[in-house]
């Protein structure tokens, strides 16, 4: 399979690097010409336009940032599509809206081209080792097609589902992380209040019973959100705002999860206000 890549940002690089290295003829494209200049030495082709990139493609992987670049780079007048053929396949590893995702799969299946949304979670260090989780929605014989691929990044692929159904995932995954950073933040300020070193606290919690991944953030980050706030609070309250659409729409109960969600971001605000 040829595959064609997309988004070579923090976690898009690794993940086009083990798709090269694994043996896949590879081609990227990216907006800024200098993203590409990491990857003079890896086994992979460069292309003039993302047309010219799906050309060479029977694979190709987005990873974007939003629905709008994703929508962008598929649908410009040198896009994906232009150069896409009858039977190939367009996997978006980006977190986006569910419903993007199904106005995109009606948009390509006009062209026989297939869909499978795909996001992941792990970040730019699990990618390099192999040990993303990728999240599928769509048809089971494409996403089986597509497996081989994801598994050279992926430790765990799971199909949940028709179109969007990944996405739905992700964006559930991403809302209970940010309710865990509250909660975690919660606990190291009080043990402050109460004597404990916040820093050497964390680091106890993080061999214990209560340790999560959003602890492990804040440990890594010096025991505070500020770095978090820095460089993560726009996608964090992107996410968390699809998924309160997704909620509303379907008059589903939001409980504390979101109460948490929504006291995290109240935190980062503070922070980057600061």
């Known amino acids: 399979m040829r595959v064609g890549f997309i988004g070579l940002g923090i976690q898009g690089g690794p993940m086009a690097r083990r798709i090269a290295a694994a043996g896949y003829p590879t081609t990227l494209w990216a907006r800024r010409p200098e993203a590409l200049v990491p990857f003079a030495e890896a086994n992979a082709r460069h292309a003039e336009s993302p047309a010219d990139l799906a050309a060479a493609s029977d694979l190709v992987c987005l990873c974007v940032i939003s629905d709008d670049d994703v929508r962008e780079v598929l649908t410009r007048p040198d896009g994906v599509l232009a150069g896409l053929r009858p039977g190939k396949v367009v996997v978006v590893h980006s977190t986006i809206h569910p419903d993007t995702c199904r106005e995109l799969a009606d948009l390509l299946a006009v062209h026989q081209v297939s869909f499978v949304d795909a996001p992941v979670s792990g970040g730019g260090p699990a990618a390099a080792e192999g040990r993303l989780l990728v999240m599928t929605g769509g048809d089971d014989e494409v996403v089986r097609r597509c497996r081989p691929v994801f598994e050279t990044y992926a430790a765990t692929v799971v199909h949940l589902g028709p179109t969007g159904a990944g996405q739905v995932a992700k964006l559930l995954n991403n809302l209970l992380f940010t309710a865990n950073l509250a909660t975690a933040n919660s606990a190291l300020e009080l043990g402050a209040e109460l004597g404990l070193d916040a820093a050497g606290l964390g680091e106890l919690i993080s061999h214990g019973t209560a340790d999560s991944f959003a602890l492990g953030r804040i440990v890594a980050a010096g025991g505070t959100l500020q770095s978090i706030a820095t460089h993560a609070r726009g996608l964090l309250r992107k996410d968390v705002?699809?998924?309160?659409?997704?909620?509303?729409?379907?008059?589903?109960?939001?409980?504390?999860?979101?109460e948490a969600a929504h006291g995290?971001?109240?935190?980062l605000d503070r922070l980057v206000e600061q």
């Not at 995290?264 to 935190?267: E, N, Q, S």
């Open 241 to 258: 705002g699809l998924i309160s659409d997704l909620a509303e729409r379907a008059a589903a109960r939001q409980g504390i999860v979101f």
């Open 264 to 267: 995290t971001l109240a935190v």
